[in-house]
């Protein structure tokens, strides 16, 4: 079974700083997708940064970018100029591509922002 | 974009009673919804996913005769917490699916609450 890794629980940055939130996941698979979810104290989902992961170059959405190293099972996020938005929890997310069309979740990093 | 209702908001019960949750894609048909519940500080734990037409597939340990999920059309999901108790307080969410692996729309969650 797919498998999700998040291993800081907290992060803090300093507003105008730049972050990086680790993912690793483990997968049999050779195509499949994977994703960066935001949770906002409001507690919606919203969509951050999606990967395919049949595609090398590495996804980019403004101020938010992966580095997605398929052998290493690796997609971390950065989030440059961070923002006090950007407080939330951040959830990486595996999906295989075909079959089952369920997302795998990892446990979540809180992501502080001090002014 | 995508858009996802889910209502209500905000859910009081007595214990005994059952309640219903519905998750409705407002421009665009959801051939797939999952249904996921979320404790304070934990991640998502999915608990269904629903195929329009079929019944719901249920992940290991939830009971389908407790928490019934109805997917009567492409742009409409319920969720139906029956004989409601304590434990089964909790922020529900649901997401659906385009089915063409862009992503995943959320609903914004129901926070049930059963005294």
């Not at chain 1, 998040?6 to 994703?35: G, H, I, K, N, R």
């Not at chain 1, 100029?81 to 950007?86: A, H, N, T």
């Not at chain 2, 009567?72 to 659906?96: G, N, R």
Request: proline letters at 3%.
């Amino acid at each position: 079974a797919q498998t999700v890794t998040q291993s800081q629980p907290e992060m803090s940055v300093q507003e105008a700083e730049t972050v990086t939130l680790s993912c690793t996941y483990d997968t049999s698979e050779s195509d499949y997708y994977l994703f960066w979810y935001k949770q906002p104290p409001s507690r919606q989902m919203i969509l951050v940064i999606r990967q395919e992961a049949y595609k090398q170059q590495n996804a980019t959405e403004n101020r938010f970018s992966v580095n997605f190293q398929k052998a290493a099972k690796s997609f971390s996020l950065k989030i440059s100029d961070s923002q006090l938005g950007d407080a939330a929890m951040y959830f990486c997310a595996y999906r295989q591509k075909g079959g089952s069309e369920k997302l795998v979740f990892g446990k979540g990093t809180k992501l502080t922002v001090n002014p | 974009g995508a858009v996802v209702s889910q209502h209500p908001s905000w859910v009081i019960c007595k214990s005994g009673t059952s309640v219903k949750i519905e998750c409705r894609s407002l421009d665009f048909q959801a051939t797939t919804m999952f249904w996921y519940r979320q404790f304070p500080k934990q991640s998502l734990m999915l608990m269904a996913t629903s195929n329009e037409g079929s019944k719901a597939t249920y992940e290991q340990g939830v009971e389908k005769d407790k928490f019934l999920i109805n997917h009567a059309s492409l742009t409409l999901s319920t969720l139906t917490v029956t004989s409601a108790h304590p434990e089964d307080s909790s922020f529900y969410i649901c997401s659906a699916s385009e089915g063409r692996g862009y992503g995943y729309t959320f609903g914004s969650g129901t926070r049930l609450t059963v005294v």
